[in-house]
C-alpha cells in the first residue's frame, strides 16, 4: 500500500442494490444526451435502454424462474438445499418500466459503466480519495481514516441518490491491516 502512512489502512467497499435493475433509464439518456450529439447514436441507444419495457421481457424472466423451480425441486439433494435454491431463483426480480438494462449485453455492461462514471469523479476530486477503484456497481475505497471513510460513504449515498440507486447492505467499512 505504497502511499498509504501509517500501520491501519481501512477500506470502504461499496455495492449497489441490484444494479443493473435499477439503472433509470431517464437518467441515463440525460447522461448520454450530455456526452453525444449525434441523433441517430442516441435513438439506438435509447431503443437497446428502453428494451427492458418490453412485456414479453418480463413473461419470459417468470417463465425461466418456473422452469428453474421445477428442475430444482427434481433434484436428489435435501429439502434444505431445495428451499435456498428456490429462494435464490425467486428472487431474481423482473424489470420496473424505465429501469433496468439488459443483463448480458456488450452495450449494458459499456452503459453501466458510464452510468457512474461522474460518481467515479466526485470520488477522486471532490472527496479526494487518492485510492479508490470501481468495477460495474463495486467500489473501494482506501484510507488510514475511518472516519474519513464514513464521511465519503455518506456523500456516496447522496449522491446516487441522484440517479435514483441506494447501496445495499454489503456495504461496510472494514479493517484490511488485520485481513
Known amino acids: 500500500m505504497n502511499g498509504l502512512k501509517g500501520e491501519t489502512i481501512y477500506a470502504l467497499k461499496y455495492d449497489i442494490s441490484k ?6 433509464h431517464e ?3 440525460k447522461l448520454l444526451y450530455k456526452k453525444f450529439k449525434d441523433k441517430r447514436v442516441l435513438n439506438i441507444l435509447k431503443k437497446i435502454i428502453d428494451s427492458t419495457d418490453k ?9 425461466l424462474k418456473e422452469m428453474e423451480i421445477d428442475r430444482i425441486k427434481g433434484l436428489e439433494i435435501s429439502d434444505k438445499e431445495k ?3 428456490i429462494l ?3 428472487q431474481i426480480p423482473l424489470y420496473e418500466k424505465g429501469r433496468g438494462l439488459p443483463i448480458g449485453n456488450m452495450t449494458s455492461q459499456i452503459l453501466a459503466v458510464f452510468y457512474l462514471n461522474e460518481l467515479d469523479h466526485f470520488i477522486k476530486e471532490k472527496l479526494g480519495c487518492k485510492y479508490y477503484i470501481r468495477y460495474m456497481d463495486d467500489g473501494v475505497l482506501l484510507s488510514n481514516s475511518k472516519e474519513y471513510l ?11 441518490k441522484e ?3 441506494c447501496l445495499n447492505k454489503k456495504t461496510k467499512i472494514i479493517n484490511v491491516s488485520k485481513v
Open 150 to 160: 464514513k464521511y465519503c460513504m455518506k456523500e456516496i449515498e447522496c449522491v446516487i
Open 27 to 29: 437518467v441515463l439518456m
Open 88 to 90: 435464490e431463483v425467486s
Open 163 to 165: 440517479y435514483k440507486l
Open 55 to 63: 412485456e414479453y421481457v418480463n413473461r419470459t424472466i417468470t417463465k
Open 19 to 24: 444494479y443493473f435493475y435499477n439503472i433509470d
Open 83 to 85: 428451499k435456498l435454491k
